[in-house]
């Protein structure tokens, strides 16, 4: 017990210390996402067991492939740190195990758990009474099943075989994830959740807690004995098995098998190229990543087959161009201090190059795809060579502009330890990127896909047009960035945080992350849950009010009195602008209360 | 003659703490110059902005007179730098990272594949020639570091702590390296905590406290008749110059 309490108490600390500047921003943010995520699951449980379960299983799937794309998953407390204690590996994963329930995510999931709670007690006081137990197993199983997924990626990431399966199963899973409603056809029920994943998520590990509040509900004490054993067997066989899986994590990330093909590059940028294409070929993570990009982007687009539907198939290249663009966003900040180079040679063409690297890596495959797959299914040729030209311009341009402009401090390769995931502590900021590129780099392509749709073969010159004008400005616009902030973002990569303001520096309060942290809090509260009073409770109850249809569904409004849903409507729509005008106030009447004191705008910015 | 390397009252600041106070340095052509401090001291973050890697807050830093800030082409073709810490280029051999290096450097072919061929083989580099930078141990990357240094022949180092984690035999084929530079013209700025190796290689010597100079100027200008580490503990030591023992530690 002792190992796990200090674990506890090491993980608080560290915790404390790390929640200051812009993280502690991405956390705030993160945890209201998550919160509001909660209160959905719940509210979603009173719909029915099946649809709990099958929540779970979601929630399930995202702790075990979130880590894979967002920084390795939660490393406070790393391993090593304990490997000259000696401790045996079964009391050094309890410990680690005991660490890794403190924090934002797993607080997040058990309130999502306590859905288990609500169901329960709506069946009798038996079942509620069973899914307290249920609900801290079902935890205990999510944030073990996550650091057993993240340990043997890590393992497979030592060779180019394992990093590629690796590769294929994460794209074939996510794709099928993201093309649900394929499976749901082809299970012959359109519209609805079919019985048969309510039966699927029933008998995952993410719905055994379920099954035992429901059976506990009807009384059959057997079956709830048996669901919660199976679940308490579970997590000591998941605890055995990442036991185990640390024991093996000792030593740096393994590279690329040998056979080393020398540098032939005469020139400055050839030199780049041939560094870049280097690494993307050694890094077994990249290989991981641009193979899940291409396993995604194939079976996303050829799961449709399975009802029939081979229309969707060509778009196969360029959704793994997409995908590949996410992959890579934080270009600069996976290399990490590297950077002092770039910044010693200053006539060298870093940007370029890595233009160069990315295309010669990404096109070929993309380009092959397209073509033979349009031409299997007789597809639209204008409309997906405009778009395949589109988006490679447009990823070429934003992958070193956004990790130029959004550049998220990562750690060292060489100081990553026993998981090559973990490049960065900020998963939430990583998260983040991944979806803004996936969005910025799909509508690059807009312009093409449009005209394409409308006009032809007139499509393909604008995707040329749009996609040089992308690769060539946003390069250079990422060059700029890098000569004028060079140092700052190399600072930022050394410290793992923004460079603080200098003294007599304009302290700006508009700032998110200048401002107190106790207005952190409230604003950060504040911009994310407006949006529910003013939209889904305001806005759309009043547009199916005037349309007069529609479900009263989740609408708080719609279920009162016929004379008190307008007013409720109206009070919704007022409360939510004034949440984010709270929201937009509060820096405001920092930034005057501040010019007031002696020094005004210019004094010291207070330490976090 | 115009310093190798000027520093004018070069200063940053971390927050509320004062890193690099006011730093004034003058490194002389032909100098081997130490930079001895406390851990802390200001040593890193002065050298840092010497070179152009750290922004300062004030100040300004030249290079055979050419500005870091305003006319960094210059002033970086004639500097070769080992920064502590910072990663390489990762997934490429030693002799990869040296021939990329050397053509972004704008070296031509045949001059970058004759060097890099001399300073893995002098560095004794050359052994590991299919390992990639990632898994060198610490002092290989010293080594590395060092040649990258090297590499485009220029005219000032500026190394800091570059015998840290090097064992012996390579850290006197360093030292050989090094005396060759300076007897050949070239001019040393390193950063060291070890006093012994400061007084053994160094004609000149800055030391640094709290982020301010506290004496500088030739070894026998700053040491006087004592040893540097004498002095050095005098300039910045504790006020009751005697170290504290352990008391638990022995029996």
Redesign the interface.
Known sequence: MAVAVTMVRMKLAVLRHSMNGQRAGFVVMGGVTGLVLAGATIWLGLSGAEVLAATYAVWMLGWIFGPAFAGGGDETLRPEFFTLLGLPPRRLASGLLAGAFVGVAPAISLLALTGLTVHGARLGAGAALVSIPALLLQLAVFVLVSRVAVALLGLALRSRVGAIGAGLANGLILALLGQIWVVFVALGQSGGVPPVVGEVARHLPSGWGVVAVEAAGAGDWARTGAALAALAVLVALLLAAWAALLTRRAGAARTAPRGRVPIRAATASGAVLAKELRTWSRDLVRTHQLTFALAYGVFFAAAPLLIGIPDMLPLAGPIFVVMAAAMSANLYGTDGTALWLTLMTPGARDVRGRQHAWLLTVAPVAVVLTIVLTAVVDGHWPAMIALLVALLGGGAGLVPLASVYALIPGTDPHRRGGNPLRSTEEDGAVTGMVYAVLALAAVTAVPATVVAALYGWAGVAVGVVTGVLCYWGFGTLAERGLLARGPELLETMRTGRRPPLAQGEPRKWTRFENLPRRDRVIVGVCYSIGAIPLFPQGVVPAIFKVNGGGARSWFLALYLPEPWQWPTIVFMIALGVAIYATAVIIPFRRKAVAAKEPGGERATVPAA | MTPALETSRLRK????KVAVDDIDLSIPQGSFYGLVGQNGAGKTTTLSMA?????P?GGSARIFGADVWSD??RA?SLVG?L?D?????????G??VL???G????L??EVVDQRAAELLSVLELDAAE?T????YSTGM?KKIGLA?ALLHAPRLLVLDEPFEAVDPVSAATIKTILRGFVAGGGSVVLSSHVMALVEQLCDHVAVIDKGRVAAAGTLGEVRGGTTLEETFVGLVGAADGGSKELAWLSR
């Open positions: 600041a971390f927050g509320e070179v152009g890697l750290l922004r807050d960094p082409a970086k730098v920064p810490g910072m990663a390489m280029p990762e997934r490429l051999t002799r990869e021939t990329y290096l053509l972004l450097r704008g031509p072919r299919k990639l930078v990632i898994e990357r990258t």
